[in-house]
């Protein structure tokens, strides 16, 4: 039964990735999903290269030591620093989020002009800004550390978070960027206060998050390399998902239903030093 | 040499137990410093206990095996969690941060009635709940997960730090606790906002950080517990500080600085997994 449907490995530092699991299965409902949340070590968006490729790295061979067959990359954080790492160190096909969301906001730009914020490490690795730039689009990088604490404490529809986004938005689209029109949603937890965002950014801006551009990344994919028994003839079944996470798994499912917009039923502990 | 000064191991999740180090070196200059940061694991205050102790047994091992003849654990949310696992695993003296800031808590308040802040996870564990009630003192717990991403994004003297500073200080000393008269900063970030938490905390209202406490506390067991040749004995000379950092140690010279309150010149990378 394993080898007739696609096995998806889904990696991310926390809960953030769900948000992308959240869009794999809407749009591929006859896989298995073995969800991963590096909870003991996130955040990642603040670290430096060599620690969050050395994370990724050992979270994405647990996944294949799990089965997964096709891994997906939920993390802006871990893509923008350690893509290549991750597919060096991988025998199964590797999806990460940036090139999707930047194709997808570079066919959505009519001015050729896109804003894209990030934690910190994501916006200094400049991923964003060079996969824009290969597709002739003018990018400016604003990194934004206080919107995912914020998101975690809930603080979802908050004057706090309003004023904070306000900030951070107010200089990524001036001196220069003013005719911007796209504006990407360089981290899986920033989905979850879109409605604000589109509030606070000028009026007429598209808003792009990678989640529904990667899942529709994955199913071209797997048109293209199909798991051994194709999957597509097998009778439509409900996705299956494992979750596991190297913190409390108790927490995983309070705060995981939050992103993946439902209950949580199962979390498996991991320790990735045992 | 090494024998003829105390040798003193300061562990933090990251940057916050500089606070401490800051104060343990100008009460305590005639010795040597061996500091230790887990940034490539901060922050501890969201994580569970099991994680947290099992990150602290490490990071306080490494400072033994460096020669330290005393521990500071210098972090509110690994000393509440996990400060007994680090005694037992430790051949030497350890102090933590909550016995030292209760006691001088308890000893400041008049009305008997104190109002905590802290993190997540250190608020979870009652510890310093325990602590004061102990000293026939009654305390009030509010966990605060935005001050340290507001400290650490620099943002010491900001509306929005203010704005929410009063939101969770409105709701710490409401209901009950409007006659508390010590606020006691459970996390070692918090005195970077001293100034601000003054000006939104009732008036009279005396705040205890646990930094100069525990400085104390350490000075009262280096003369109960001399190392081998008293130090007290010996010419006064500068404190010797060596520093550790689990992730980037650019990062921390730059961060480092702020909590220390002057530069930080060498920091060295550690990987506990090697």
Same mark, same amino acid.
């Given at each position: 039964m394993s080898n007739r449907r696609p096995s998806i490995g889904v990696f991310d530092s926390g809960f953030g990735g769900l948000t992308v699991l959240k869009e794999l299965v809407a749009l591929i409902p006859d896989a298995d999903y073995l969800y991963f949340g590096d909870t003991a070590r996130l955040p990642y968006g603040s670290k430096s290269t060599e620690t969050v490729a050395k994370y990724a790295v050992e979270a994405t061979h647990f996944l294949e030591q799990q089965g997964a067959n096709l891994l997906?990359?939920?993390?802006?954080?871990?893509?923008? /620093?350690? /893509?290549? #790492?991750?597919?060096?160190?991988?025998?199964?096909?590797?999806?990460?989020?940036? !090139?999707?969301?930047? !194709?997808?906001?570079?066919?959505?730009?009519?001015?050729?002009?896109i804003v894209v914020i990030g934690t910190e490490a994501t916006v200094a690795s400049h991923a964003y800004m060079k996969a824009l730039q290969a597709r002739g689009v003018q990018a400016r990088e604003k990194a934004c550390p206080l919107l995912v604490p914020l998101v975690e404490e809930g603080w979802i529809e908050h004057a706090v978070t309003e004023q904070v986004a306000r900030i951070y938005l107010d200089e990524a689209f001036g001196d220069g960027f003013q005719s911007a029109d796209v504006l990407v949603l360089g981290c899986t937890h920033y989905p979850l206060i879109k409605p604000l965002l589109q509030r606070v950014a000028p009026p007429h801006?598209?808003?792009?998050?990678?989640?529904?551009?990667?899942? #529709?990344?994955?199913?071209? /994919?797997?048109?293209?390399?199909?798991p051994p028994t194709s999957f597509a003839k097998e009778r439509r079944q409900l996705p299956r998902v494992r979750v596991f996470a190297t913190d409390s798994v108790e927490k995983f499912r309070r705060l995981g239903a939050r992103f993946l917009g439902h209950a949580i039923e199962d979390v498996e502990h991991v320790d990735l030093k045992e």
């Open positions: 997906v990359v939920a993390c802006n954080t871990a893509t923008a /620093l350690a /893509l290549d #790492q991750i597919m060096r160190g991988a025998a199964v096909p590797v999806v990460g989020v940036v !090139e999707p969301g930047a !194709e997808r906001a570079a066919s959505s730009s009519k001015n050729r002009k801006i598209t808003i792009v998050d990678s989640a529904e551009s990667t899942a #529709q990344a994955v199913l071209a /994919l797997l048109k293209l390399n199909p």
